[in-house]
């Protein structure tokens, strides 16, 4: 009888990875032939039978994988689609220009099957590998996100597995696409961490203490009515204008929560609306306009961790959530931490989207969240950016020129016409449509913001350990894939909270190395500072 190597590979996997493995049945067509250098080649059958590897000398296909990649310019980020015996990525993770190998499977049957039969461990236990088992699904394109850094993971190069590819071509074309959006949202991200990258870390340690003396009484429930199942999310489209009847009579049935987003929050407020919730995730000082108007008591702000600190300032009553950066995500784990929330999306109407979810609302309505400019109008009136725009025009640079700016400022993905007027719709904005819409499409997540009050935060503690972490990380060397790829997953956790700010300083002309060394001497600054202030 056939030795089983099920249990020796599952260890040597992530635990939800090995859940799903276990959970799937071994593929019944999945049989296995030695090659003639007596390695085990899985074959499939079907209207003929493939095997996925060579019959002659399956490790020998390594050598060609490395040897083709040697020549590209180092390093080089690896995805393989489809794993079958791993006989030709085996050598992959040893090559110190290799950065990471992530293994997107789009046949789980095929993968238990081999499990079974063939010994893995070493490939799946090396730090540089990471095995998706759902291949194109958002998980496998967060999966490829996670693993990938611009900065330091070099150019991607896609390795599919042709024989599987003939067998499971729908489920490999899949992969591939989720490869490519991975792709295009990393690169677009790089940009906008190079711009944000030391503004984000900075804001989020100087709100650090505040966390503790924030006020997040949530206004769920009253005396005369119960908790409420319906949130209303206001964004500050140019319809918003049209809806405000709707909303006000909306809050005085008292049934719903309002949730404004906080550019949409000086449109309300000059309208009599004071929303129960508002919510900021911009980082940059432009979001203090929103607030010069003032706050109601009533309504508690929710802002991300990394908002300029001079704007919580601004407010009566405040709570802090944690995004997608790896920064915010490392705080929310501390006990009385910031609870997460998903700002993946890229824009606040997303993010104001999962806060209703995370509250427990059963169905959330949306309100001047138009993703697209009609008529070339980029905002409803009694927004910031009238104003704004008015303070600056002069003779030969109009408010008009400056709202037309705005509205041409990213390519069009679109321009119809509807009602006799055109809409024009940028790539960002389609963009940011689409997430939300996926978003609303997922099940409610798990994790709900309903501690009332919230744990008491501990941030001395919480920074002295950052601070430690950072003085314990290991000399960085000259070949940062390799560096990166040592490092304990401790080490990579806190490295990954300072990359974006290394972005910023990789876009002033520094070298990986030394804008990797300037971050993590930018946040001991940062820290040092802060425990200073506050303590």
């Given at each position: 009888?056939?030795?089983?190597?099920?249990?020796?590979?599952?260890?040597?996997?992530?635990?939800?990875?090995?859940?799903?493995?276990?959970?799937?049945?071994?593929?019944?067509?999945?049989?296995?032939?030695?090659?003639?250098?007596?390695?085990?080649?899985?074959?499939?059958?079907?209207?003929?039978?493939?095997?996925?590897?060579?019959?002659?000398?399956?490790?020998?296909?390594?050598?060609?994988?490395?040897?083709?990649?040697?020549?590209?310019?180092?390093?080089?980020?690896?995805?393989?689609?489809?794993?079958?015996?791993?006989?030709?990525?085996?050598?992959?993770?040893?090559?110190?220009?290799?950065?990471?190998?992530?293994?997107?499977?789009?046949?789980?049957?095929?993968?238990?099957?081999?499990?079974?039969?063939?010994d893995l461990t070493d490939f799946f236990?090396?730090?540089?590998?990471?095995?998706?088992?759902?291949?194109?699904?958002?998980?496998?394109?967060?999966?490829?996100?996670?693993?990938?850094?611009?900065?330091?993971?070099?150019?991607?190069?896609?390795?599919?597995?042709?024989?599987?590819?003939?067998?499971?071509?729908?489920?490999?074309?899949?992969?591939?696409?989720?490869?490519?959006?991975?792709?295009?949202?990393?690169?677009?991200?790089?940009?906008?961490?190079?711009?944000?990258?030391?503004?984000?870390?900075?804001?989020?340690?100087?709100?650090?203490?505040?966390?503790?003396?924030?006020?997040?009484?949530?206004?769920?429930?009253?005396?005369?009515?119960?908790?409420?199942?319906?949130?209303?999310?206001?964004?500050?489209?140019?319809?918003?204008?049209?809806?405000?009847?709707?909303?006000?009579?909306?809050?005085?049935?008292?049934?719903?929560?309002?949730?404004?987003?906080?550019?949409?929050?000086?449109?309300?407020?000059?309208?009599?609306?004071?929303?129960?919730?508002?919510?900021?995730?911009?980082?940059?000082?432009?979001?203090?306009?929103?607030?010069?108007?003032?706050?109601?008591?009533?309504?508690?702000?929710?802002?991300?961790?990394?908002?300029?600190?001079?704007?919580?300032?601004?407010?009566?009553?405040?709570?802090?959530?944690?995004?997608?950066?790896?920064?915010?995500?490392?705080?929310?784990?501390?006990?009385?931490?910031?609870?997460?929330?998903?700002?993946?999306?890229?824009?606040?109407?997303?993010?104001?989207?999962?806060?209703?979810?995370?509250?427990?609302?059963?169905?959330?309505?949306?309100?001047?969240?138009?993703?697209?400019?009609?008529?070339?109008?980029?905002?409803?009136?009694?927004?910031?950016?009238?104003?704004?725009?008015?303070?600056?025009?002069?003779?030969?640079?109009?408010?008009?020129?400056?709202?037309?700016?705005?509205?041409?400022?990213?390519?069009?993905?679109?321009?119809?016409?509807?009602?006799?007027?055109?809409?024009?719709?940028?790539?960002?904005?389609?963009?940011?449509?689409?997430?939300?819409?996926?978003?609303?499409?997922?099940?409610?997540?798990?994790?709900?913001?309903?501690?009332?009050?919230?744990?008491?935060?501990?941030?001395?503690?919480?920074?002295?350990?950052?601070?430690?972490?950072?003085?314990?990380?290991?000399?960085?060397?000259?070949?940062?894939?390799?560096?990166?790829?040592?490092?304990?997953?401790?080490?990579?956790?806190?490295?990954?909270?300072?990359?974006?700010?290394?972005?910023?300083?990789?876009?002033?002309?520094?070298?990986a190395r030394t804008a990797l060394s300037?971050?993590?001497?930018?946040?001991?600054?940062?820290?040092?500072?802060?425990?200073?202030?506050?303590?």
């Amino acid at each position: 009888m056939a030795r089983s190597f099920l249990a020796e590979n599952l260890s040597s996997l992530p635990s939800d990875v090995a859940e799903e493995i276990v959970a799937s049945l071994p593929d019944p067509r999945v049989s296995f032939r030695p090659a003639r250098s007596h390695d085990l080649v899985p074959v499939v059958s079907g209207d003929r039978a493939r095997p996925l590897h060579s019959l002659v000398s399956p490790r020998e296909e390594a050598n060609h994988t490395v040897r083709r990649l040697e020549r590209c310019a180092p390093p080089v980020f690896v995805v393989a689609v489809g794993l079958g015996a791993g006989y030709h990525l085996r050598r992959l993770p040893r090559q110190p220009w290799v950065s990471s190998v992530v293994v997107v499977e789009p046949a789980l049957g095929i993968l238990r099957a081999v499990v079974e039969r063939i010994d893995l461990t070493d490939f799946f236990s090396h730090p540089k590998v990471r095995l998706v088992p759902v291949a194109g699904t958002p998980r496998s394109e967060q999966a490829i996100l996670d693993a990938y850094h611009p900065l330091f993971s070099g150019n991607i190069h896609t390795i599919p597995l042709r024989a599987l590819a003939a067998i499971e071509p729908r489920s490999v074309n899949a992969a591939v696409s989720a490869i490519e959006r991975a792709v295009a949202s990393a690169s677009g991200d790089f940009s906008t961490q190079g711009a944000f990258g030391r503004q984000w870390l900075r804001n989020a340690l100087f709100n650090i203490p505040r966390i503790a003396g924030a006020n997040p009484s949530l206004p769920l429930r009253s005396p005369r009515r119960p908790q409420r199942s319906k949130a209303l999310v206001t964004a500050a489209g140019p319809s918003l204008e049209d809806e405000i009847p709707r909303i006000r009579s909306t809050q005085r049935c008292g049934d719903t929560l309002i949730i404004a987003t906080d550019t949409s929050l000086p449109a309300l407020r000059s309208a009599g609306i004071e929303p129960d919730f508002l919510i900021m995730i911009d980082s940059q000082m432009i979001s203090y306009h929103h607030l010069l108007g003032g706050v109601s008591e009533k309504t508690l702000c929710v802002f991300e961790l990394s908002v300029p600190p001079a704007v919580v300032r601004l407010v009566p009553r405040y709570l802090f959530v944690a995004g997608t950066h790896p920064f915010s995500r490392y705080v929310s784990l501390f006990p009385g931490g910031p609870p997460a929330i998903d700002t993946t999306g890229g824009n606040v109407t997303h993010a104001a989207v999962d806060l209703a979810r995370r509250l427990g609302v059963d169905k959330v309505f949306l309100v001047g969240a138009d993703f697209s400019y009609p008529s070339g109008k980029p905002y409803a009136r009694g927004t910031y950016v009238y104003p704004y725009v008015h303070a600056r025009s002069h003779r030969t640079r109009r408010s008009l020129t400056q709202l037309m700016e705005l509205v041409f400022r990213d390519p069009l993905a679109t321009r119809r016409r509807t009602n006799g007027a055109l809409v024009y719709v940028p790539h960002t904005m389609e963009r940011y449509r689409k997430a939300v819409a996926a978003l609303l499409c997922t099940p409610p997540p798990r994790a709900e913001i309903k501690r009332n009050p919230l744990q008491p935060f501990d941030w001395h503690g919480a920074l002295h350990r950052y601070l430690r972490s950072l003085h314990a990380l290991p000399v960085i060397g000259e070949n940062i894939a390799d560096y990166l790829g040592r490092l304990t997953p401790e080490s990579r956790r806190i490295i990954a909270t300072i990359l974006p700010s290394a972005v910023f300083f990789l876009q002033k002309g520094l070298d990986a190395r030394t804008a990797l060394s300037r971050s993590v001497s930018t946040a001991v600054r940062y820290c040092d500072w802060v425990v200073r202030e506050f303590s």
